[in-house]
């Protein structure tokens, strides 16, 4: 009995694989821990700095230097002294109309519209009071409005501070100090430079608007506008950037959108404490929810028609001074892999071209690894003719296929990185000979087989039919690590490579929603617009994920179903 | 959005976990296992009994679970039968779990080994699929239901396209005579199909997870959560026989990979495939595995009270070191057959006395 029961005691190596079994997650999970902690302690470490910044700054400013006192000469003497050593500022003292009482603009020039100021404020306070006298303005305290109401520019504002005015005069306010006023007039005359709007280059389409957002903020919210009037469309200001002050928007439908999404937005940009922000790509890397995840979790477009559409569906979008790239929130990885053309198009080519894009990325993904897999473990599991002919073409490679498949991956993406850093002309040229040369060369040369050029070429070609770049740069960079566990494990490994991404998608979220829907949970709803895109007649519904104030987007059902409120909660 | 409520499942979650916890090695050893006790070509109807009664456990055990619908039953069953008998009651049910979690991967590492990866050792194949399910578990049920929602579609449409392809080699006269030998041959195999339906016992901790409005659908839940696997086993058994007879089921250790080996498609893409089989079969072993391992790791959470990761990454040498116990397969064979009977006592006696016990409790109160 004992002996029967002690020789099913394990070896004592399996307690050691026991030990290596728990130990090297666990490390993995402390050592991730760790970071999130890090980055934590990062932030507040931060925050002490930075209040301990703005402690001696609110002082200095509650300490009256920094009000106007009301005297022209001391008050333009500061001005210059903090300005004067700046090339572009420009200082210009004159006279109103034909009385001794002395003005003086400072402006940026280039910021500041020149036309503007020559023809709406110095003509209008040079000329118009050429047959007033002094005591005109100096009876009681009518300066002031008097050149309010007398100067022709849409906005007029009043600043007592120095601070307030050196910033409004850096990014293009025409400052206006006159003797006897005690503040000083800061005309709007900003004309930043911006360029036409143009197709958007990273999102073509066929069929479709040709427009693409700009560098200029107004002018993209003008082209959101420019959608059609609708008193739903809220977009609201919220300033980033501690040194480099920047506009930011968000933009929702006000009776569509869930409002705990707005919230949980405002909420994550608030957060960023950052002194600059370049790009959107800044926002996208602070508010995205997991950072340690190779899936771009917001979603950025050129395209306004993408923006509008997202906003109809519930989303919220981030727009940024200064970039053409706009953000969605949250974002479903069934976004990725959808064009708006999708929409424009009939309903049949645009499932189909939509199947094909999931098709391309699951060869993108696998192609290599399975070539692999079968290639050096289970060469019985593919066609004997197959396996025969692969067999031969590979007779003179001296690398086993993983080395053979990286060499041939790696060959092109540095083509692709090269391509798209050069001039443009050269740019296609270089890519294609590049292409051409590098693999008939090589399999010329026997480093790899013919074969692996196909799939290497397929997959490439395939990575590029997503719609999104940096989807395709996902999946691409995931798709080495299929090599490498396909190397390791055959077809198992690939098993398992999948479960694995399967597993991190399941858990990854985007502002809330789960990433992976509407895949799942199953909502026969939201497949209308998953795979295919079914006929615009039947999407009767906003997606349900995305917890839609009011879910109805075609009229004609909105009295009978409207009672669809308690399925909403169930995610 | 932020307000989605944390760790509740849908309805369809629900069924999905069980379908892909009652699926595992069953479609691979259940004809074999069968075969060997019924004899004749009637297992088939033996495994549709297997599944009613497996249905009809399920339906105690969902009842069961409804009397306390907010708890688990780590947490209820000391409410019935008091402090300590619960809690040993528990400590029982958590030992099973993590055992057949232990058992799951011991017969994926081996058929792995066996059909796709010679030579590569045990704790290699074993390891990493541990990992990966720790990860997956530590997202909490809704991570678990989500994925499995993705594989169950995969599993049902790769199914149902190797049966079906398996046609060919179909011969109706193997499965005749139809109770050729009475009906006592058929009966016998009943208890070795209803051990390749453990899984309903699931609906134990899962009904507190579900949404407070769903919990009345549960005993539906359940039975088309059988339904499905009942279908899946007796394509499977009636597809094994019919190409491979009685006597061929049963020289073989897995005769639906044999199945699929025996017949070629030339002019497709694959000419054979038992690698699509192994593929499916692999994730719903997965499935199984991480399903039974985050019960007993809830189940030692709750029962101490404590948060589960620790527990997660304990579990871990655990499982490894059962699931390396068995000598050989034989053994492995042995010891699925003794946490079968196992559970036959836990999930078919012990919710039914529980039930009892509830209900008496229940009038007095």
């Known amino acids: 009995m004992w002996e029967n029961l002690i020789s099913y005691m394990p070896h004592w190596q399996v307690f050691m694989q026991g030990f290596v079994a728990f130990i090297i997650p666990f490390l993995i999970f402390k050592l991730f821990n760790g970071l999130l902690l890090e980055k934590k302690k990062n932030g507040k470490i931060e925050m002490k700095e930075y209040t301990n910044q703005q402690e001696p700054d609110q002082q200095f400013s509650q300490e009256t230097v920094d009000q106007f006192i009301g005297d022209f000469n001391k008050d333009f003497e500061r001005m210059k002294k903090e300005l004067g050593h700046n090339w572009d500022v420009h200082f210009r003292e004159f006279q109103i109309g034909a009385t001794d009482i002395r003005a003086a603009i400072i402006f940026l020039d280039g910021l500041a519209d020149t036309e503007q100021i020559n023809k709406h404020i110095l003509k209008s306070i040079m000329e118009r009071f050429s047959n007033t006298s002094a005591s005109f303005f100096t009876e009681g305290d009518k300066l002031q409005s008097i050149m309010k109401n007398n100067i022709s520019i849409r906005d007029v504002l009043e600043e007592s501070t120095v601070q307030g005015t050196v910033g409004k005069v850096l990014t293009g306010y025409t400052a206006l100090f006159v003797d006897g006023m005690p503040n000083a007039l ?150 990725l892999l959808q064009s708006p053309e999708d929409y424009y198009e009939r309903w049949l080519p645009s499932s189909l071209i939509r199947l094909l894009r999931y098709l391309a990325a699951g060869i993108t993904l696998f192609a ?22 692969m067999m031969a073409t590979r007779e003179g490679v001296p690398f086993p296929a993983l080395i053979e498949a990286l060499i041939m991956e790696v060959a092109i993406e540095i083509l692709r990185e090269a391509g798209l850093r050069l001039p443009k002309p050269i740019g296609p040229t270089m890519g294609i000979v590049g292409g051409l040369v590098i693999g008939e060369a090589a399999v010329q040369a026997g480093i790899v087989s013919p074969i692996m050029v196909i799939v290497v070429a397929l997959t490439a070609i395939s990575s590029f039919a997503i719609p999104q770049y940096n989807a395709g740069i996902t999946l691409r960079m995931l798709r080495f690590v299929a090599m490498i566990s396909a190397a390791l494990f055959g077809l198992y490994g690939i098993i398992l490579f999948f479960l694995f991404l399967c597993s991190h998608l399941v858990k990854l979220k985007s502002f809330g929603v789960p990433y992976v829907s509407p895949t799942v949970p199953y909502r026969a709803g939201d497949w209308k617009d998953f795979m295919v895109r079914m006929p615009l007649m039947t999407m009767k519904r906003r997606p349900k994920l995305l917890q839609p104030k009011d879910s109805v987007r075609k009229g004609e059902i909105r009295g009978k179903e409207n009672n669809s409120y308690d399925h909403q909660s169930k995610r | 959005m932020i307000t989605s409520p944390k760790d509740k499942i849908t ?27 019924v004899k004749t070509p009637d297992v088939w109807i033996s495994v549709f009994l297997g599944g009613i009664v497996a249905m009809i456990a399920g339906v105690i055990i969902v009842k069961l679970s409804q009397q306390y619908p907010d708890k688990t039953f780590y947490q209820y069953n000391q409410d019935i039968v008091g402090k300590w008998l619960g809690w040993l009651i528990s400590l029982f049910v958590i030992v099973y779990f993590f055992t057949i979690s232990a058992f799951e991967v011991r017969i994926m590492a081996e058929v792995t080994s066996l059909f796709l990866l010679e030579g590569t050792p045990t704790w290699a194949i074993i390891l990493p699929f541990l990992w990966v399910g720790l990860y997956l578990i530590s997202g909490g049920i809704n991570s678990i239901g989500r994925l ?218």
């Open chain 2, 148 to 365: 499995f929602e993705i594989i169950f579609p995969i599993t049902f449409v790769i199914f149902l396209l190797v049966a079906f392809l398996s046609i060919g080699i179909f011969e109706i006269d193997n499965l005749r005579p139809v109770l050729g030998l009475g009906v006592m041959p058929m009966l016998k195999g009943i208890k070795t199909a209803t051990l390749a339906f453990l899984g309903p016992e699931i609906m134990l901790l899962l009904v507190a997870f579900m949404y407070p409005s769903d919990k009345k659908k549960a005993v539906k839940v359940v039975l088309v959560g059988i339904a499905i696997p009942l279908l899946f086993y007796v394509i499977t058994v009636v597809m094994v026989i019919g190409a491979l007879s009685i006597e061929g089921v049963m020289t073989r250790t897995w005769p639906t990979i044999e199945l699929m080996r025996s017949f070629e498609i030339p002019g497709l893409i694959f000419e054979r495939f038992e690698s699509f089989l192994l593929v499916i079969w692999i994730m719903q072993i997965f499935a199984t595995f991480t399903i039974t391992y985050y019960a007993a790791a809830l189940g030692l959470a709750q029962l101490f009270k404590k948060s589960m990761h620790p527990f997660l990454y304990g579990l871990l040498p655990i499982i490894y070191i059962i699931a390396m116990t068995p000598k050989n397969i034989n053994d492995l064979f042995k010891f699925g057959d003794n946490i079968g009977h196992a559970a036959l006592f836990l999930f078919g006696a012990l919710p039914i006395t529980l039930l009892l016990i509830s209900k008496l409790k229940g009038n007095k109160a």
């Open chain 1, 186 to 335: 800061m005309l709007c005359t900003i004309n930043g430079k911006t360029r036409n709007i143009e197709e958007p280059i990273s999102e073509a389409v066929v069929r479709g608007p040709r427009v693409g957002f700009t560098e200029k903020l107004s002018d993209n919210t003008a082209l959101l506008r420019q959608q059609g009037e609708n008193q739903q469309l809220s977009i609201l200001q919220m300033g980033v950037g501690k040194r480099v002050k920047k506009r930011l928007v968000i933009a929702y439908m006000d009776e569509i959108v869930d409002p705990e999404l707005v919230e949980e937005v405002k909420k994550r940009i608030q957060t960023i404490d950052l002194d600059n922000l370049l790009e959107s790509g800044y926002i996208e890397q602070l508010i995205e929810d997991n950072y340690l995840s190779p899936f771009t979790q917001v979603q950025n477009t050129e395209r306004p028609d993408r923006v509008y559409g997202a906003l109809m569906e519930g989303r919220v979008a981030i727009l940024l001074d200064g970039t053409p790239f706009a953000l969605i929130v949250p974002v479903t990885i069934n976004m």
């Open chain 2, 11 to 37: 309805t369809s979650q629900t069924m999905v976990i069980i379908i892909n916890y009652i699926l595992a090695t069953g479609i691979l050893t259940l004809p074999r296992a069968s075969v060997e006790k």
């Open chain 1, 368 to 389: 290599p690894s399975l070539y692999i897999a079968f290639v050096s473990f289970h060469q019985g599991l593919i066609p004997t003719k197959l396996a025969l002919s």
